[in-house]
């Protein structure tokens, strides 16, 4: 019986181990994921993951299917094209002669460029990098900042807007993105 006690409490311990700090809590909702899946391991797990802008406006009926899969297919062509300000060098590159740009000339690979390409004619579906749309498509689904964050920061054209217009602005976008991509996934 002592033997069962112990593995019992081993696993008490291993399943708070894998819960979510306190820390993380401040920085958003998170969820369990529905369905187990693998770790690094190859074992069955269940983490647990941020639930987004996207996924929380689809939630609450605020957007569809449709215009939550353009913002998803509109953060992968982001992330793809790299545009985020924030990222770390790769270390793995060997750079030419002590300058920051590495052996590949400086250049974008073709992956990079058509993700950017297929970026910049969707920022200009909506209505331009300069427009209220494009701004908020930038800023909030490429860069993932939060709605309220860019509503009270950036707004649009440096003008601040409150966090209800900000969430008719980035519906209005998503319809728009959604009518860009014809409803259908890029790759």
Not at 77 to 106: E, H
Not at 154 to 176: C, F, K, N, P
Request: with cysteine.
């Amino acid at each position: 019986m002592r033997n069962s006690s112990r593995r019992s409490m081993a696993l008490e311990r291993a399943v708070a181990a894998i819960v979510p700090t306190p820390e993380r809590h401040n920085h958003g909702v998170i969820e369990r994921l529905d369905r187990p899946i693998a770790d690094e391991e190859g074992r069955p797990t269940r983490p647990y993951r941020a639930v987004d802008t996207l996924a929380a406006m689809e939630r609450r009926g605020s957007i569809t299917a449709g215009m939550r899969q353009a913002g998803e297919d509109f953060r992968a062509r982001f992330a793809v094209a790299q545009l985020d300000p924030l990222r770390a060098p790769d270390w793995s590159r060997s750079r030419d002669r002590g300058s920051i740009r590495y052996n590949d000339g400086g250049e974008p690979g073709l992956r990079i460029e058509a993700a950017r390409n297929a970026v910049w004619r969707a920022i200009h579906a909506v209505g331009g990098v300069g427009s209220p749309a494009g701004s908020c498509l930038w800023h909030v689904v490429g860069w993932e900042s939060s709605l309220k964050q860019w509503a009270l920061e950036q707004g649009w054209s440096g003008r601040r807007v409150s966090q209800e217009a900000a969430s008719g602005i980035l519906i209005a976008a998503l319809g728009a993105l959604e009518a860009h991509f014809g409803g259908r996934l890029i790759a």
